[in-house]
Structure formats: structure tokens, C-alpha cells
């Protein structure tokens, strides 16, 4: 046996060997992405929660942004009331940064970044005294990020004339 037949039998071996790899790779990435997947639809549903309650508590309005067709920013376009906007006047720039250095990234995304880095201090300095528990606080953060100005929101319904 020559040196090329040689050498052509070791790729051979390469080659089959890796193609054995080629089905655990993709089950590692169909893995990996069903999880991406589940995480994603667990910020879904604290965000929808949030802006849920921000309503609610009237410390958000609805909708100040552009109406859109899309499920995963139209709920995202709300913003704070003026009072809520200046308890986050200490991290306002911040959270802007953290949007400009994720700009691809979606409101999920944007909003585990922004727990990652400000969780303890929003948790502390927001939440607590608004008395906000389900992710309102983060929902505002995420409008902050934005740099959507300060909104009173509406009268509540139970004040609206009819």
C-alpha cells in the first residue's frame, strides 16, 4: 500500500467517523432550540403579564408605538407615566445602552438582558415601592430601553364618563 492509498484510507475512517457524529449534532441543536424556544414563550407570557398589570396599576399606557401586525412587539409599545419614568431616571441611560448594544434583539431577549444586569436594583428601587410583582417593573425598563417618553395614562374605567 502506497502512501495515497494510505492516506485515502484514513480519510475514509475520518470521514465515516464523523458522519456518525452528524445525527448527535442534530439532536444537540434540536434540543437547544426547543429550549431557546420554551424560555422564549416563558418571557412571552411575564411581559404580557406586566404590561397586564402595569395597566391595571395605571403606571403604563398602551400602545404609544406604531400599530403593527406583529405578536412580538405590538404588546412591548406601552409607556411609563411620568412618576414611574423618574424612579428610573438613575439606570435610564443604562437600559438605552443595553438596547443600542443588543440592537437585533427582541423584547424577550432585551428583557432577560436587562433582568441579568438590573434584576436586584429594579426589584429594589421599583417594584417594592410601586408595588409591582408580575414583571410590570421590567415591562417599563423595556419601554425605558426604548426611549419612549413618559405618558400619563388614562383616566381609570371606573372614572371615564360613559
Not at 28 to 41: F, G, L, Y
Not at 112 to 121: A, S
Not at 133 to 147: F, G, Q, T
Request: with cysteine; proline share 9%.
Amino acid at each position: 500500500m502506497n502512501d495515497l492509498e494510505r492516506g485515502m484510507a484514513a480519510l475514509t475512517t475520518l470521514v465515516i467517523g464523523l458522519s456518525g457524529l452528524v445525527p448527535v449534532v442534530i439532536s444537540i441543536w434540536k434540543r437547544i432550540s426547543a429550549q431557546e424556544h420554551r424560555i422564549d414563550q416563558f418571557w412571552r407570557s411575564r411581559l404580557l403579564r406586566g404590561t397586564a398589570e402595569g395597566l391595571r396599576l395605571r403606571i403604563i399606557s398602551e400602545q404609544v408605538g406604531p400599530d403593527t401586525d406583529d405578536p412580538e412587539r405590538d404588546f412591548m409599545t406601552v409607556a411609563v407615566s411620568p412618576a414611574a419614568f423618574r424612579r428610573y431616571a438613575p439606570v435610564a441611560r443604562a437600559l438605552a445602552q443595553v438596547r443600542q448594544k443588543n440592537p437585533g434583539a427582541s423584547p424577550t431577549r432585551l428583557a432577560e438582558l436587562i433582568e441579568e444586569r438590573f434584576g436586584p436594583w429594579i426589584a429594589s428601587h421599583i417594584c417594592v415601592p410601586l408595588g409591582v410583582s408580575d414583571y410590570a417593573c421590567i415591562v417599563m425598563a423595556l419601554s425605558i430601553a426604548n426611549e419612549i417618553e413618559p405618558v400619563e395614562p388614562p383616566p381609570s374605567a371606573e372614572h371615564r364618563p360613559l
